[in-house]
């Protein structure tokens, strides 16, 4: 079945360490996101990958840092430049263009311990 | 950058009865989409309305957008406990990617 694996489901992190977070998608979209969101509130976007190769920034993307070698992966790393990371971080993929929906991961909760 | 903005924050009925959200955003859209999260999970697709479109339905959905009013509304029918959640609008401003309102949190009694 196709789809989108987010790993690990729950991520521990001490201060000062850097945690990365795992993205896969078998949907051969070309398109993948990577979205914050704290409790009660809506998504933020952190940085998005339109293409292998390039990434652009989101809104929130200080402290954040992610690659895209391969289509189908676009791992988010969060750093200790990050000064609040405790989150559910959500990974999306889509087709080109903007009239696809997005198909979303199960989340990774991050808290720092 | 807020675009999408749900209306109620909260939202309690009886299972069966009807649920309506609504979603005002603020500048011209190509499409307006909205989705469902289940509480501690990833966000599911529901509907995605054109701007050129003023209604759509998919089972017991019902989507509308007003253009003028810059708004829509999701209606939920006959609605079962099975249903709550939380519901999000989203739209692509120009390009960019999704912006998300603030969600409206719906729970149906049994």
């Known amino acids: 079945d196709g789809g989108i694996t987010q790993s690990p489901k729950y991520l521990f992190r001490k201060e000062g360490q850097n945690v990365t977070l795992s993205c896969e998608q078998n949907?051969?979209?070309?398109?993948m996101y990577w979205y914050r969101q704290d409790p009660g509130q809506g998504l933020r976007l952190i940085y998005y990958s339109q293409i292998v190769n390039d990434f652009q920034k989101g809104d929130i993307a200080e402290g954040y840092s992610v690659s895209r070698e391969k289509k189908e992966s676009f791992p988010l790393t969060v750093t200790s430049a990050q000064k609040n990371p405790t989150a559910f971080y959500l990974c999306?993929?889509?087709?080109?263009?903007?009239?696809?929906?997005?198909?979303f991961g199960s989340g990774t909760r991050l808290t720092v311990v | 950058s807020q675009q999408g903005e749900e209306d109620p924050q909260a939202l309690s009925i009886q299972e069966g009865e009807n649920a309506t959200m609504n979603c005002s955003y603020k500048t011209s859209i190509n499409n307006l989409q909205w989705y469902r999260q289940n509480s501690g999970r990833g966000l599911v697709h529901l509907i995605l309305i054109r701007s050129n479109e003023r209604e759509k339905h998919s089972g017991r959905l019902r989507v509308t957008l007003d253009t003028s009013k810059k708004s829509s509304s999701l209606l939920i029918t006959a609605s079962r406990a099975a249903d709550t959640a939380s519901y999000f609008c989203a739209t692509p401003v120009g390009n960019t990617p999704l912006v998300f309102g603030k969600g409206t949190r719906l729970s149906v009694i049994a």
């Open positions: 949907l051969n979209h070309d398109a």
């Open positions: 999306a993929s889509t087709g080109t263009g903007s009239n696809y929906g997005y198909t």
